[in-house]
């Protein structure tokens, strides 16, 4: 039997669900609310809407242990002392800010259920001055209430999502009211002081981290991008050259790993809203304006490579694109570079055939079909581009296809077939980032 909930979760996302499973796992009794009834009807079956490794056996395991139930229904937190708001701050098309519409509505629902003093945890990532705002709006419209707003923003990495909620590298808060802050320390209880960094501040400082933080980590992607783009005109090995810059403690190895460009659901956005708003507050953030449109860049970049290789042909050529979701161990294709890229293949004429072993992605371009295995993506090929880096690529049996492709081209964007270089020696070989004079 449930046990009535204490904490509620807005948004059974990549981030709410984690959350709300998470919490559950760690001994809480949660509701996770979504306005998506097929989500809800899903999780109420035990199913998680998205993929995630290990999540459908810790939702199998709350939901037996009587921890979490999901409702479409704000009503039924209405005895929660917590609501932790996890709902899309997606671009808005016109401006580049972020969408805040997600989550006004969400705020003013709880608003009308929340029981006096409850705290609502924003850990939907948003612009600098929101929760403030959000404070006001609620001191405004349910001043008998005192609800207060606290700023948790998340950091999970879709991939590696529940080893993150439960050994987060920080934990941040973000308010004005210290017994609220103190609320979500406690729910928070369960991680180890010693262990996990606990970052107490003001809104104004917890909104920013989060951007901030996205902000430079697409700024090292993009940079080793534009150091692989003179690695691969002048000379060198661009994997190496990364190795050497990382190995500096001051620099770090992460985010050096050269590749399509960003995508996915929150650097694209991330990114823009920050650069935005910056320009709003007149206080334009010019390296990371460069950023984006380095990166929005990137995919003609692999085009002229694409092109070079198949010699200035594209048109009716058959392209194999190995990889749709963002990043491998997902099925996220939000802002994915490999549907950027798929389609300025079709923007040139070229027939491509993509697969992935997660992530679907449909188009109504008569010249694109999503394959059921790599197979089937490859059959006829003229050149196969390894664009996300999932195991399955990395370890195909790419010999065993030889009679069955067009030609025998790859073009590797994530360097994943670098150490089979010698197995592969009757493939053409094209690595970004290394000069193809020096691919062999
Ligand atoms: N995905 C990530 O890796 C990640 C990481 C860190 C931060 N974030 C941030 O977290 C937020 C959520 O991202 P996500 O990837 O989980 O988004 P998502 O689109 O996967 O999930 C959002 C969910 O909210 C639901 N929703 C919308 N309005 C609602 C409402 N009024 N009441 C209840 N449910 C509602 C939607 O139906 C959807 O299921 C965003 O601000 C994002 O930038 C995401």
Redesign the pocket.
């Known amino acids: 039997m449930t046990v009535s909930p204490s904490i509620a979760v ?7 669900l984690i959350q709300a499973v998470g919490l559950a796992k760690q001994g809480h009794s949660v509701v996770c ?4 009834a097929e ?1 809800i009807n899903q999780l109420q079956a035990g199913v998680p809407p998205i993929y995630e490794e290990g999540l459908e056996e810790l939702l199998g395991e709350v939901i037996a242990a009587g921890r979490i139930s999901f409702s479409l229904e704000v009503n039924s937190a209405a005895e929660c002392d917590a609501f932790f708001v ?4 997606p671009t808005e098309e016109k401006t580049g800010n972020a969408n805040l519409g ?1 989550l006004y ?2 705020v003013d ?1 709880i608003s009308q259920i929340a029981r006096k003093g409850a705290v609502l945890v924003v ?3 948003v612009p600098i001055g929101t929760c403030e705002r959000l404070q006001i709006r609620l001191d405004e419209r349910v001043p008998e209430k005192n609800l207060s707003v606290v700023s948790n923003p ?3 990495r ?1 991939g590696r999502a529940i080893q993150d909620f439960f050994q987060p590298e920080r934990v941040v808060l973000g308010g004005a009211d210290v017994a609220a802050l103190n609320k979500v320390r406690e729910i928070y209880s369960v991680f180890d002081k010693d262990k996990v960094p606990f970052l107490i501040s003001d809104w104004f400082s917890s909104e920013t981290i989060k951007y901030a933080a996205n902000a430079f980590l697409a700024m090292k992607v993009t940079f080793i991008n534009e150091i692989a783009n003179l690695t691969q005109t002048v000379g060198g090995d661009i994997e190496i050259v990364s190795k050497g810059i990382g190995l500096d403690s001051r620099i770090g190895e992460q985010f050096l790993n050269v590749g399509p460009g960003y995508g996915g ?2 650097f694209p956005k ?1 990114t823009l809203a920050l650069a935005t708003m910056a320009r709003r507050h007149g206080v334009q953030q010019q390296i990371l304006e460069a950023v984006i449109a380095v990166n929005d860049n990137r995919r003609y970049m692999i085009l002229r490579r694409v092109e070079d290789i198949l010699d200035q042909k594209l048109r009716g050529r058959r392209v194999a694109v190995l990889g749709i979701a963002f990043k491998a161990n997902t099925d996220d294709v939000r802002d994915s570079s490999a549907v950027s890229i798929i389609h300025t293949l079709l923007d040139e004429g070229a027939v491509v055939r993509a697969y992935d072993p997660m992530a679907k992605y449909e188009t109504s371009d008569s010249n694109y079909q999503q394959s059921s295995s790599v197979e089937e993506a490859m059959d006829g090929a003229d050149l196969t581009l390894i664009v996300t880096e999932w195991d399955e690529f990395k370890n195909y049996d790419y010999n065993s296809q030889l009679a069955s492709v067009g030609q025998a081209k790859i073009l590797d964007l994530r360097l994943s077939l670098k150490s089979r270089q010698d197995e592969l020696s009757d493939w053409d070989l094209n690595f970004i980032g290394i000069n193809s004079l020096n691919n062999n």
């Open positions: 807005i948004g059974a996302g990549y981030v709410g609310i979504d306005v998506s989500r996890a709902v899309g701050t997600y509505t969400a629902d850990k939907s990532t998340e950091f999970l879709e659901s929150c991330d």
